[in-house]
């Protein structure tokens, strides 16, 4: 199968991180007979500058996705699949053969570089966008039901190199990894908040991440907001129990 030669070929041009890059490659392009005709547009179309090169987005997305497949030292193949499920469904299988052939070229070439990434990415995406794709990265972590404490530092460096604050971080993983004060996160207060600050704190995310907000047509976004939304009511409605708040 195209995967293992892939994989193969990949692990004798740059070692264990190769192998995994030529194996995601393979993997996606031995699905592409699927129909894929109806694929909901990409989640960052609508958010990307215009100055971005085509494909350019989608191959350090990728490398982005390997760097996160890789970072416990061990090769899941339910992250594997999650992955080529998003690309294929996404970007269909013409535009998912051009990325992944293209790909396969230019890590033949480079390094893959998480710095180097982001900082392209920085320059080229809004703020907006870079929270999208770090609640995507953890969505692959969790793809084999864990979050590992080695995954969940290398998507810390990843959020730094992105630019992306503190408390945007710590927001999203509780939306991935559970903890006892998880609802107090993800609407980014502490547990000794006031009431009125919860209050306060739950308006403004439910600001930050209502479904109404997210001006586009892209139903992938749309639903993304939706899910970060449910996310927040369930947290503020966590914390209303907890304390009495009505």
């Not at 960052?44 to 497949?69: G, H, Q, W």
């Amino acid at each position: 199968m195209i995967k293992w030669a892939g994989a193969i070929i990949g692990f004798f041009i740059r070692g264990l991180g190769g192998a995994i890059l030529g194996f995601l490659a393979g993997s996606f392009l031995d699905g592409l007979g699927g129909d894929t005709s109806r694929r909901p547009r990409s989640v960052f179309d609508d958010l990307t500058r215009k100055n971005v090169s085509p494909a350019d987005f989608e191959l350090n997305l990728l490398s982005l996705c390997s760097i996160v497949i890789k970072a416990d030292g061990q090769v899941s193949q339910r992250e594997l699949d999650y992955v080529r499920q998003y690309f294929l469904s996404t970007y269909g299988k013409e535009k998912a053969n051009a990325i992944f052939r293209t790909f396969n070229d230019v890590i033949k070439k480079r390094e893959v570089s998480a710095q180097r990434i982001c900082n392209y990415l920085n320059q080229r995406t809004r703020y907006e966008v870079r929270l999208q794709l770090l609640h995507f990265l953890f969505g692959i972590a969790q793809a084999d039901g864990n979050v590992s404490k080695p995954e969940v530092n290398k998507l810390r460096e990843l959020a730094g190199y992105l630019r992306i604050g503190q408390r945007d971080f710590d927001s999203i993983m509780a939306m991935f990894v559970k903890a006892a004060d998880n609802a107090y996160k993800i609407l980014e207060i502490s547990k000794g908040a006031t009431d009125d600050e919860v209050k306060k704190a739950y308006r403004n995310m439910a600001k930050k991440y209502h479904p109404d907000k997210v001006i586009t047509e892209n139903e992938a976004i749309k639903r993304g907001a939706e899910e970060k939304f449910k996310e927040v009511q369930k947290a503020y409605e966590v914390i209303q129990q907890e304390r009495g708040i009505t």
